[in-house]
Antibody
Framework: EVQLVESGGGLVQPGGSLKLSCAVS????????IQWVRQTAGKGLEWVGR??????????IYAASVKGRFTISRDDSENTAYLQMNSLRTEDTAMYYC?????????????WGQGTLVTVSS | DIVMTQSPLSLPVTPGEPASISCTSS???????????FHWYLQKPGQSPQLLIY???NRASGVPDRFSGSGSGTDFTLKISRVEAEDVGVYYC?????????FGGGTKVEIK
């Protein structure tokens, strides 16, 4: 059974930091490009960023709204991806999902985690 | 960024009847390899999105054949031939032709 399990969400004050984890099982993690997507009631689904695989140099890219504040990393030995979030703002409040696609052209995002809730509030 | 526009916003349906959802993109999603980089997802209540249709018209593994996707370029349609109670939820279209990945605003399907 394929599972992506996010953890690390919670309540944090504006300006604070949080690190989310995404533990993957049931598929070849090393072949998977990992995306982070967030969801709010007001803005719907918003892509946050992604990290590619080792053959593609673990390349990362981010949405403009989080660039310079968020960092995606991965540990293939642990089948886990991470989202480090710094300088958090109230507008970063959302459900955060990790999801994956096989790192080849044309492959869709096919598996999603259950999400972890991040609330940024004083 | 590519803007994805879905309609309708809400779709009340009668079990056993057909249903149709449209999605329009602000740019063509047809790539030089002949594929439309366009997908449909269903988010059931309390769950994360699940892949229904990929590359415009291909059903994902385990998806019932009452679901079908069509369209090319900028205009796409998801059809449910006979709606069942388990089909309720919010349907999203998504493009991954170029970053950032972008999603439609969603269509909420509910039983009348």
């Amino acid at each position: 059974e394929v599972q992506l399990v996010e953890s690390g969400g919670g309540l944090v004050q504006p300006g604070g930091s949080l690190k989310l984890s995404c533990a993957v099982s049931g598929l070849r993690f090393s072949d998977s490009a990992i995306q982070w997507v967030r969801q709010t009631a007001g803005k719907g689904l918003e892509w946050v960023g992604r990290i590619k695989t080792k053959p593609r140099n673990y390349a990362t890219i981010y949405a403009a709204s989080v660039k310079g504040r968020f960092t995606i990393s991965r540990d293939d030995s642990e089948n886990t991806a991470y989202l480090q979030m710094n300088s958090l703002r109230t507008e970063d409040t959302a459900m955060y999902y990790c999801c994956r696609r096989i790192d080849t052209p044309g492959s869709p995002v096919d598996y999603w985690g259950q999400g972890t809730l991040v609330t940024v509030s004083s | 960024d590519i803007v994805m526009t879905q309609s309708p916003l809400s779709l009340p349906v009668t079990p056993g009847e057909p249903a149709s959802i449209s999605c329009t993109s602000s740019q063509s999603l047809l790539y030089s390899d002949g594929y439309n980089y366009f997908h449909w997802y269903l988010q059931k209540p309390g769950q994360s999105p699940q892949l229904l249709i990929y590359l415009g018209s291909n059903r994902a593994s385990g998806v019932p054949d009452r679901f079908s996707g069509s369209g090319s370029g900028t205009d796409f349609t998801l059809k449910i031939s006979r709606v069942e109670a388990e089909d309720v939820g919010v349907y999203y279209c998504m493009q991954d032709l170029q970053l950032p990945l972008t999603f439609g605003g969603g269509t909420k399907v509910e039983i009348k």
